[in-house]
């Protein structure tokens, strides 16, 4: 979860690198550690694309990582559904506000195009990878990416609606006019909003945060995942 914009946000001169939020050391461990076992268990050998690092969280800047289970849940998906989209040039993955993401997956598979768009240009270390995003301008984006994605996933930074429908219009943006699969994780109390924009549909899986949140998040799909993600919630709550 990463932000765009200005809500929330002081811009002023007093907000310097010297007094920066910085990772709790049991989060930071915990990424190191995810990422490290990955790029291990790949078998990828030395050369096997090099690891992907995560900056910190700013939490001015509403980003809290996800934790390991998390990340490589939601990269499994990502990469089964690069496998049903077909070439990996039709199968490209727009990674909106959501860094983990990324990390874990160009860390586990690093030849699935991916690109993170993000608010915070730290993430400028991924190179071509890495594309500046603010949701308050939700499709102020390189014209190239337009309805370029098969697989977007998203994680709007706030949880207000405002964020929300201004995220919609990026995955509209962003999603191909075929038909594209989409994640969006964020708070239960969207769930109803949620479908309303973006006819998504929350699954038993439930993502956490390396630094554990007050709100309770769902991860959302416009795709019946089946027996994967815990699958899709019925309107009771049982699942489908």
């Not at 934790?67 to 990269?75: G, N, Q, S």
């Not at 990996?88 to 990674?95: D, I, N, P, R």
Request: aromatic fraction near 10%; include cysteine; proline fraction near 6%.
């Amino acid at each position: 979860m990463a932000s765009g914009g200005v809500e929330e946000r002081v811009r002023g001169e007093e907000e310097e690198e010297d007094d920066r939020p910085q990772l709790s050391a049991a989060a930071a461990e915990a990424l190191r550690e995810f990422l490290l076992d990955q790029r291990r268990d790949g078998g990828e050998g030395d050369d096997g694309g090099g690891g992907v690092e995560l900056v910190t969280e700013d939490w001015r800047l509403s980003q809290f990582w996800y934790d390991e289970r998390t990340a490589r849940a939601l990269a499994e998906e990502v990469v089964r559904l690069v496998s049903l989209a077909g070439p990996s040039s039709a199968a490209a993955v727009a990674c909106v506000a959501c860094p983990t993401l990324y990390a874990y997956l160009k860390t586990s598979n690093p030849d699935v195009p991916a690109q993170l768009l993000e608010y915070d240009e730290r993430f400028g270390q991924y190179g071509g990878d890495f594309t500046f995003y603010d949701y308050n301008q939700p499709e102020e984006l390189p014209p190239a990416m337009k309805h370029a994605y098969r697989i977007v996933v998203a994680d709007p930074p706030y949880l207000s609606k405002e964020c929300l429908e201004k995220v919609a219009k990026t995955v509209s943006f962003l999603a191909h006019p075929e038909g594209s699969f989409l994640l969006l994780l964020t708070g239960e109390v969207q769930k109803d909003r949620a479908f309303e924009l973006l006819n998504v549909r929350p699954c038993g899986f439930k993502p956490q945060h390396s630094n554990k949140l007050g709100n309770e998040f769902r991860l959302f799909t416009n795709y019946d995942p089946a027996g994967r993600l815990g699958g899709w919630e019925q309107s009771d709550g049982a699942l489908i």
